[in-house]
């Protein structure tokens, strides 16, 4: 198998089990206030294959059964050679890329500063 061959076989994969988290693009996705998969572009190799076997946190691990060495490979191979830099998913700022905690925080002060607004225009003497 070639190298575009593998990359093709690479994306499949990675569209299949991997993309549904990190996002297509392999910069992170938002599953919830306490699940926020990483950015994976530009991780070594190494460090990759292993996170795939082993996992961690709220990764699962896949088993040689699920993700065979050679389709691990070409895993790897698309993720660590296509998928961009890590710069490049800097770009982009949306509501997924930001805590629900900090937006919490800017809708309590944007309702205080309402509540003061309305508190001095609708003060008394204010005729």
């Not at 950015?39 to 082993?54: C, E, S, Y």
Request: one cysteine or more.
């Amino acid at each position: 198998m070639g190298f575009a061959d593998a990359v093709s076989h690479g994306r499949a994969l990675y569209e299949t089990n991997c993309a549904p988290c990190h996002g297509p693009s392999g910069h992170g996705g938002y599953l919830g206030p306490h699940a926020r998969p990483p950015t994976i572009v530009g991780v070594d190799v190494a460090r990759l294959v292993h996170q795939v076997r082993h996992g961690g946190r709220a990764m699962p691990a896949f088993s040689s059964a699920a993700v065979p060495d050679p389709a691990l490979a070409d895993l790897a191979t698309y993720v660590h050679e296509t998928l961009g830099t890590p710069a490049e998913g800097a770009t982009h700022i949306g509501p997924r890329a930001v805590d629900p905690f900090v937006i919490g925080l800017i809708v309590w002060g944007a309702l205080a500063v309402l509540a003061l607004v309305l508190a001095v225009f609708f003060a008394e003497g204010r005729n």
